[in-house]
Structures are given as C-alpha cells and as structure tokens.
C-alpha cells in the first residue's frame, strides 16, 4: 500500500504536518512552504502520483478543518450546568485537601475540583478505586488561558483533551457504585486499583517509582525529585515511554510462545494486549505511539516508514497529538532514533552515537517549551536509562506481578540510595544552560539547518560553516536585540522586568502568594511557588539566566515572597532594598540566607540601563518597609518616562509630590494593585500619564483593582492595562516602543 503512493511515505507526512499545524497555529510562513513544497512535488513525480497524493493530503485537510471547527463548537455549546457526574477513578489525585479528578456526563469531560471537608473523606478517597457516580452542587467555569508571553496556557492543555469548562465542587450530596460501565471504564478502574494498591502495599520512594514507570502515574508527593529529574534533563526516563513498551512486549510475545501458541496467533494477539497496555497506562500518547510502532514493526515496517505511518494513524485517532508538549516531544525522539543508522560503529560507539544524536537532535523542541539545556543529560541518560531498562523496570514488574503474595518492600533501600544519588549529583553538578525560548521562525530555521548537517555530517566546511550559523541563531534566540519593560502577570503581586539590548537586566520585585489563614495539618499538601510557574519560566523563555540588581520595594510577600525561589534559580548579582525593609526581622533573616549581595537604596540612586538610569524617587528617609516605604522608581527609557511605584498610596503620593513638584510621566505603574487608597486624584492630575499599568490577580479577595480608582483613571482618558485582564504587558522595540499583551 504504501509502496503504491509512488513516493516514500515520510513526504506524504511532512506535507500533512504542514497542513495540520498551518490549520492549528495559522502559520503564513508554513503556507509558502507548503506551496513550494506542493510546486515540487508536481515538478518532480509523475502526475498520476502527484494527483493521488494531493486527493490523500485534501482529505486530511478537510479532516483536519472539521476537528478543529468541531472543538470551536463544543467550546461554545459546552454544558452551563451539571449536577450528576461519574468519575474517572485512575484521574483522581489528593494535595492536603485537595481533591482533583476527570469526570464526565452526557458525553461531556470536565476537571474537577474538590476541597475535602474531613479526614475520613480524605481517607475515604486516596482508597476509592471503584467507578462512582457523583450527585453534586457546583460551578462550571472556563479555564484560565495563558497569562505570560511564552507561557503555559491551561484552557487551551485541557480543549486538548476534549474539556471545555472545570467544575468546581461546593458539595457532594450523594455517591453511588456506578453499575454499568464500558471497558474503556473497566480499563481506568483497573489502573486506579493497581495505583491505589501499589501507595499502600509499598513505601516510598519505590511505590513512587512503581506508579510512575509501571502506570504513568507520579502524585504530588514525588514534585521535589520529579523537579530534580528535570534539572538534571533526565525526566523522560519516566515520560518517555519506548523501554516500557519494548520491555512489556518482548516478555508478552515470550510468555505467550512459551505456552505454545503459534507465532501469527501471537501476532493478532499483540493487538489486543497493547490496547490493554495503554489503558493501564493512561493512554499516554508516548505509549500509543510507542506500541504503534511495535505493531508495525512485526508488519515489516521499519524506519522512515514506520515513524510516518504512526504519526498518520495517530493523527487520524487523536488529531490534536501535535498540539501538546508530550506529543511533540515524543514524535521528535521518534523520529530522530527512526533518522539514525550507526550500524558500522562497534557497541560501545553505537550505544555513545546514539545518545549524543538524540540528546542534541532534541536540544531545539526541548528549548521551546522548557528554555534550558542541561549538558550533563547526555551522560546521565546514557548511565542510568542501562539502569532504568536492565534492573529497575525488571524489579518493580516482579515486585508488582508477585505482591498479592509477597511485597518485595525490602527493595526501598535501593531507591532510597539511588534519590541519594541523585540529589548529590545534582548538587555538584552545574545548573542548566538557560538558552531562551526560539521564536517559530527560528526554530524552524534550526530545524532545517539540523537536517542538513545530519545529511552532509562528513564535509568538514560545510559542518563548520553550518555550525557557526547555528551557534548564531542560539545567540540571538539567548540574546534577542531589543530593549524590553514587561509587567510580568505573577497574579496577586508585583514583579516588573526591564532589560536592555546588551543584556543587562534589572527586576523589581518577584511577586509572591499571601497565606492568610494557616491550614490544619491534613489540610496541608505540596505548594508550588507562584514564580516556579509565572515569573521564572518568562525570564527563562528570554534566555536571562542572570539578575544583574533585584530591587525589592517593600517587604511585603506579594512583593518579595517568591525571593528564595528566584535566587535559586537564577543567579542574583545584587538585591537592592530600603533602609525601611530591614527593621523586619523575617525579611532580614532571610536576605541573610541568600547567596546575593544586598545593598540599601534610596532617593538620589540611579541605575544604569539602556543608556539612560532609573532614578530612585523614594523613600526619602527610612520607613517601617510597607505600602509608603516602597523604593519608587523612575526613567525615562527610549524617549518614554515610567514611574514604577510599588504600593504606594496617597500619603506617599502626596509627599512625593511635594519633593518632585514637576514629574509627570507617559507610564505609571499604579500604586497598591490599583486599591482604593492609591493613584488619588491630585496624583494623577499631577502626574499626567497616558498609560497605566494594574498588576492584579483575577477575582482577588482584596477586589482590586478598586472600581473608584478605575473610575479616576477612565475620567482622565488614562489607557489602562491589567494583568487580571490581558496578562502580561510587554513594551519592546531597539528605538521605539511596541505594547503587546498576552489576551
């Protein structure tokens, strides 16, 4: 069959790949290169070939266009109201209190989420492993979209999985046994009961492990070495799924000759059983992939024609595999170990030729969605993927295939000594190479300039020339040649980049999350720092692996809570803070646990940037470290002025007024998140922006921006951004500003 489309298969895919994402992205670029590529295709092959290959590449076109008009459809006629759902039992997860699940009804899939009311209803669910049907009181909400340039879009992950609106659980008024279900049922429940035997039969860190390289499944409690993993560039020993796949499917086939079944039997059967495979697993695209292209190997496919195929297949079951990052970066390894043939080189060499070809191969996909690379991957993965494949994996299945018997917990210390391991290497070793984040341009272009250096790797010049180009195309995605001042959306807080043209940057404030009421003890669950997810992966996505001054305005947590985090994951030249934050004790403390140089600034400082200064305004003498001690900022930045104010309020406004009579800016940044107390009307009078700046978290406690405060801004035709409302706001250009928002 595929000999018959009179053209290697692998063209037929790279034309409907340019198809799918020009529909899905609505690339231009990708267009013009579909066209030449089409243009060649005709030139090139007879036109019997050329037609009967357009009329395939139509067909997938127009599959594509009704999927995706489909989903913009179902995202507008998703359900308003819910009241009974059936849950998804091997989605279910527990942090403290903390009940998260996947649940459906009448044919929708919804998120959920739930805050546990007890500590035997938290009991009662980390055991449930049976399908239940939940009768509830709730809310249905769309998710949040992506709030920063470069950053992770939550609506848009989960329209990828067919969910539309999350609920939201106020009360669960009954559960009931779910009497009939399907297989596809019968396949999560399966997996929830092997997890939930596993977390209670075995301790950690082994049951961690067992879950994750068994069934997919890691909690929250693994997010610390799951974090480690991924510093260490090593986590798709657990994402990635081909040794699972080929270590379940050789001992499947082994098992079942064994028992004397003839080889074609077991052929058929191989279908069945990766179906089987792949619902315990979650049905993973890695897997699906995975156990795609095993079948199509015992077909005789092998290579170029076997990867293709599989991308076809998968994206006619699952057409938004290539709108994830899992999709992506497991058809990318595909596809690289598919383009690879060192048979001539020795074992060793191979084995060596391998994994540095995948390791760098995979450098540009891993930039755009994670921003750093870490060298010392290379090695580690070559060391421990041997360790993964030939002990570790052969262990936890027998561990698990022998526990309704005999648990095999002895075998915890050796994953104890391995996290060890670990963690020592991890402080030893260097921190990722934080490259940046390449436009789709540019990643297109090293793309291309990849493939040819793998097509003409024995020509020296032409290795070297192309070499030097692509390290130039890193330059630019790590060094990008324009100035920027981007309010960063870090929610219900501050924080504020500026950086210019020759790399220099300056940062005020990180932003943090305010703890109101402490928790009791079963309440309490792993908490992610708020930067981990907003501030640091922008910075990182601009290639900025360095601070060169922190300025904290005040001690206040929304303002500086998110400190430690920052500086341990960025390295912080020097923190600039007012004599007024440290007669706070805490504060102090803890700049005294940082590996950064703090220093006191006040009125009169300037700071270097983009051939001009930010001038220190305020404090104009040593304060308590709150709203009206906040170090004010101000410069006049590529012929525009700002004014960055912290959460200064009207007393503080009124007494810089006294002290700058004159100032008037073209950019504010309010004072105080936009609060009632703050940009009064003698201010802004004053002051005379055209451009005001809210950093505000959505449906804050605190309401703010404060609708009075909107008011005096609106009465004086002051241009308002919002972080609430458009995300993150960027002004960028190499002689004159352009505003972007996120929304």
Not at 618 to 628: C, E, R
């Amino acid at each position: 069959m595929i000999k018959s489309l009179g053209l290697p298969v692998i063209y037929l895919t790279f034309l409907v790949c340019l198809s799918y994402l020009i529909l899905a992205y609505h690339f231009l670029g990708l267009g013009i290169l579909l066209s030449i590529a089409l243009i060649g295709l005709w030139y090139f092959y007879p036109l019997k070939i050329f037609v009967s290959n357009l009329i395939l590449l139509v067909g997938f076109l127009l599959y594509f266009v009704y999927h995706f008009q489909q989903m913009e459809l179902n995202d507008k006629q998703a359900s308003i109201q819910v009241n009974q759902v059936q849950v998804i039992p091997d989605t279910m997860s527990i942090n403290g209190d903390r009940l998260t699940f996947q649940a459906t009804a009448d044919g929708w899939r919804y998120q959920a989420f739930y805050t546990l009311k007890s500590v035997e209803e938290k009991e009662y669910f980390s055991r449930l492993s049976q399908t239940v049907t939940l009768e509830v009181e709730g809310e249905l909400s769309q998710a949040s979209e992506k709030r920063n340039f470069s950053g992770f879009d939550y609506r848009a992950y989960l329209k990828n999985q067919g969910i539309y609106r999350i609920l939201s659980i106020q009360s669960i008024k009954k559960m009931m046994i779910t009497q009939k279900i399907s297989l596809l049922d019968y396949l999560h429940q399966w997996r929830r009961q092997a997890i939930v035997s596993i977390k209670q039969g075995f301790p950690a860190p082994m049951s961690h492990y067992m879950t994750g390289l068994l069934f997919g499944y890691l909690d929250k409690d693994f997010s610390e070495m799951s974090d480690l993993y991924q510093e260490l560039g090593i986590i798709h020993l657990f994402a990635l799924s081909g040794m699972q796949v080929g270590f379940f499917i050789h001992y499947f086939r082994k098992i079942c000759l064994r028992l004397g079944l003839r080889q074609d039997w077991v052929d058929g059967l191989q279908l069945p059983f990766s179906f089987f495979y792949a619902g315990l697993t979650g049905f993973s695209i890695s897997v699906i992939r995975s156990l795609m292209q095993a079948f199509l190997g015992r077909l005789g496919l092998k290579k170029l024609d076997n990867f293709a195929l599989t991308l076809l297949i998968c994206l006619l079951a699952m057409p938004n595999v290539l709108l994830t990052t899992a999709g992506v970066l497991s058809f990318a390894y595909a596809f690289i170990i598919s383009m690879m043939d060192f048979s001539q080189l020795n074992q060793m060499r191979k084995k060596l030729a391998e994994v540095l070809t995948i390791s760098l191969g995979s450098v540009p996909i891993l930039l755009t969605y994670f921003s750093v690379f870490q060298p010392w991957s290379i090695v580690l993965t070559a060391l421990l993927s041997f360790v993964f494949d030939q002990v570790i994996l052969p262990l936890l299945s027998l561990a698990f295939i022998i526990s309704p018997i005999y648990k095999l917990t002895w075998l915890n210390p050796l994953f104890v000594i391995l996290e060890s391991l670990l963690k020592g290497f991890g402080s030893w070793l260097t921190k990722p190479l934080i490259l940046g984040s390449p436009s789709a341009w540019l990643l297109f272009v090293v793309l291309l300039i990849l493939a040819f250096l793998y097509d003409y790797y024995r020509n020296k010049q032409f290795v070297i020339v192309f070499s030097i180009i692509l390290a130039l195309l890193f330059f630019l995605v790590k060094n990008p040649l324009e100035n920027e001042v981007t309010m960063v959306n870090v929610g219900q807080g501050d924080s504020i980049l500026i950086r210019d043209m020759s790399g220099k940057t300056i940062l005020i404030d990180t932003g943090g999350r305010l703890t109101v009421n402490k928790k009791e003890v079963w309440r309490q669950g792993v908490q992610s720092v708020n930067a981990k997810d907003s501030l640091i992966p922008y910075l990182k996505s601009r290639g900025i692996g360095r601070i060169n001054q922190l300025i904290v305005t005040h001690a206040h947590e929304d303002h500086m809570g998110d400190l430690e985090m920052l500086t341990k994951e960025l390295k912080v030249d020097q923190l600039l803070v007012s004599q007024g934050s440290l007669t706070k004790t805490g504060f102090r403390n803890r700049l005294g646990r940082l590996n950064s140089k703090v220093k006191t600034v006040s009125a009169g400082d300037k700071l270097p940037i983009m051939n001009s200064a930010l001038q220190v305004l305020a404090p104009l003498k040593q304060g308590d470290g709150g709203n009206d001690d906040s170090v004010v900022l101000y410069g006049r930045l590529l012929g525009w002025t700002f004014l960055f104010t912290g959460d200064l309020e009207e007393a503080g406004e009124q007494e810089l007024l006294a002290t700058y009579p004159n100032l008037q800016v073209d950019v504010l940044k309010v004072g105080h998140h936009g609060s009632r107390g703050s940009s009064s009307s003698n201010f802004l009078d004053k002051v005379m922006p055209k451009i005001a700046l809210i950093s505000a978290g959505p449906n804050n406690r605190y309401q703010h921006p404060h609708q009075e405060t909107l008011d005096r801004l609106n009465e004086r035709a002051i241009k308002i951004y919002r972080t609430d409302q458009q995300g993150a706001i960027r002004f960028s250009g190499q002689n004159n500003w352009q505003l972007d928002t996120v929304c």
